[in-house]
């Protein structure tokens, strides 16, 4: 079975990361996607510190109607912060069978070579690079860092990188939507509406909790 995993901070979750999720899905075949909210994200404080459990439940009221959308909390069991490599071996370990197809933006690959372990990624997973606004890559294998380049044959008519362990990378342009969570948290502060950027539900809890206001 293939399944897709995307991660992120979802803060809130909105109708970028589920079209994103959506398109990579078609793409690929996937069976199911699974979206994990990062507990504690180790690159960047939360703006407005929501706890996990609100994050958690926006994203749960996302995609409750999608069967083929599920969401994990394994990030929310382990205590300190979200590493995604500690994230992947866990996926590793509960779908020994299942090819896992990582989902990340165009914006977080380019900075990959901050993240802990790296290099450990190309290797428990494919990766699914999406284009996002401003982050473009005219070839995948410039965004690589220098250290791994040498694991990977490139494949530039199918936008792809083959890794030594059998993994690949892929580079995927789907729809453009440039919509981001700072904004809408910056919408909701200063009370402007914040409709057609996040599923209804989102919308509703965020008012109920009266979550970004401050």
């Not at 199911?32 to 690159?43: D, K």
């Not at 994990?72 to 071996?89: A, K, Y």
Request: proline share 6%.
């Amino acid at each position: 079975m293939k399944i897709g995993i995307l991660g992120g901070t979802f803060n809130p979750i909105h109708y970028g990361h589920l079209r994103i999720a959506e398109e990579v899905r078609e793409r690929f075949d996937l069976a199911r996607v699974i979206l994990v909210p990062a507990a504690i994200p180790p690159h960047k404080a939360l703006a407005s510190d929501p706890l996990f459990e609100h994050r958690f439940r926006m994203v749960s009221e996302a995609v409750e109607d999608n069967a083929l959308f599920e969401i994990s909390d394994i990030e929310g069991q382990r205590s300190g912060p979200s590493f995604l490599i500690d994230t992947l071996r866990e996926f590793r370990a509960l779908h020994p069978g299942d090819e896992l197809f990582f989902i990340m933006g165009s914006d977080s690959f380019a900075d990959i070579r901050t993240w802990k372990e790296y290099a450990g990624y190309f290797s428990l997973c494919n990766i699914v690079v999406v284009e996002r606004p401003g982050v473009i890559f005219e070839e995948l294998a410039q965004a690589l860092p220098a250290d791994v380049t040498r694991e990977f044959t490139p494949f530039p008519a199918e936008k792809r990188l083959a890794h030594l362990s059998g993994y690949s990378v892929y580079f995927f342009t789907g729809t453009l939507l440039d919509i981001s969570s700072s904004n809408i948290r910056s919408l909701v502060r200063l009370g402007r509406s914040i409709r057609y950027l996040v599923p209804e539900t989102v919308e509703r809890y965020i008012k109920e909790k009266r979550l970004y206001e401050q």
